[in-house]
């Protein structure tokens, strides 16, 4: 018998949100050949694992064409380890969820592959995988990528969101959520890691807490059904031009009804992040990325209305 595709609360969101409710072939134990080849081509990859608290916690991996590679349909070997500075390099370990999404910002074409951690070794790791599935290209701003060298400075410890990180949060068409299911409701369970996209502000900045649309999309409610029993989020917010990481840790509330997003056009309800803690990685990343045209599908998104 195949494994299910959702978990309990994946479902419990569906209907909440007039989702796609029961198994779907689209969600497979296995990577077929064309996500195979798609990893293999990408320079860049976003994890999603869980640290010693059961939080989620965001990343990104980074090296040449080829450094992510399935080894045979259910087993994908990520050449790549999370630098020494990098919060989530101190939560990799054997037997641990992990979620994967591999994104081509030039192409807006993406897929999702997660599982756990196979093993470890001093040049990378191995998954295995017992979810995989392709996304829509919906909010998807077009991106050219190019290397660049890794001049990082040193890592910032923020215990609530400074200037900065408002700015950067503020000026925002991109993120990174990772989530994870709560114990218990299923076999489809685990750590997640999803893009979500906008116009510059569609993330809506006050304090430390962060409101954001939730457009349609391909109607799993893979994200906010593992919210709906697990509030615990991280986010990752990854500055194109320089290569900046932004790592928040925090609790999520989902608004079902739409009454805050009432007025933000496209949106059919928002979820709060209220940011517990984060990092600052100057650098991080040794890529560039040249903006090429945001997403068509923005034209269908409105703004958050001026405070009274």
């Known amino acids: 018998m195949a494994a299910p595709s959702f978990h309990a609360d994946e479902i419990a969101a569906q209907a909440l949100g007039d989702g796609v409710i ?3 072939p689209a969600i497979r134990s296995f990577m077929p050949e064309q996500h195979r080849d798609f990893f293999a081509g990408l320079p860049y990859l976003f994890a999603g694992l869980v640290d010693a608290a059961g939080a989620p916690i965001a990343t990104i991996l980074t090296g ?3 450094f992510v590679a399935a080894e ?4 994908l070997r990520v050449s790549a380890l999370p630098a020494g500075d990098d919060p989530a390099a101190a939560v990799l370990r054997p ?3 992990i979620g994967l999404l591999g994104l081509d910002l030039s192409t807006r074409r993406r897929n999702r592959a997660n599982g756990r951690v196979a093993a470890i070794d001093p040049a990378g790791f191995t998954v295995s995988v017992e979810q995989s599935f392709g996304n829509c290209p919906r909010y998807i701003q077009r991106r050219a990528v190019e290397p660049a060298p890794r001049v990082a400075g040193p890592t910032e410890t923020l215990t609530r969101l400074d200037e900065a990180a408002r700015a ?3 000026g925002a068409d991109t993120f990174f959520v990772a989530s994870r299911a ?3 409701v299923g076999p489809a369970a685990g750590a997640d890691i999803s893009h979500r996209g906008g116009r510059p502000g569609f993330v809506r900045v006050a304090g430390d807490v962060l409101t954001i649309p939730d457009f349609a999309g391909n109607r799993y409610f893979n994200t906010l059904g593992n919210l709906l029993g697990e509030k615990r989020a991280s986010l990752l917010f990854l500055d194109f031009d320089s290569g900046d990481v932004l790592t928040l840790q925090g609790e999520v509330a989902i608004d079902w009804d739409g009454s805050e997003a009432d ?3 496209g949106a059919r309800r928002s979820w709060r ?3 517990l803690h984060g990092w600052r990685r100057p650098g991080a990343v040794p890529l560039r990325w040249l903006l090429l045209d945001a997403s068509p599908f923005l034209a269908r998104t409105g703004a958050w209305a001026a405070p009274d």
């Open 22 to 24: 029961g198994d779907t």
């Open 64 to 66: 040449r064409p080829g």
């Open 72 to 75: 045979d349909p259910v087993t």
């Open 95 to 97: 037997a641990a969820e």
């Open 168 to 170: 950067l949060i503020a």
């Open 182 to 184: 709560r114990s218990g």
């Open 263 to 265: 007025g933000f056009e």
């Open 273 to 275: 992040f209220r940011a």
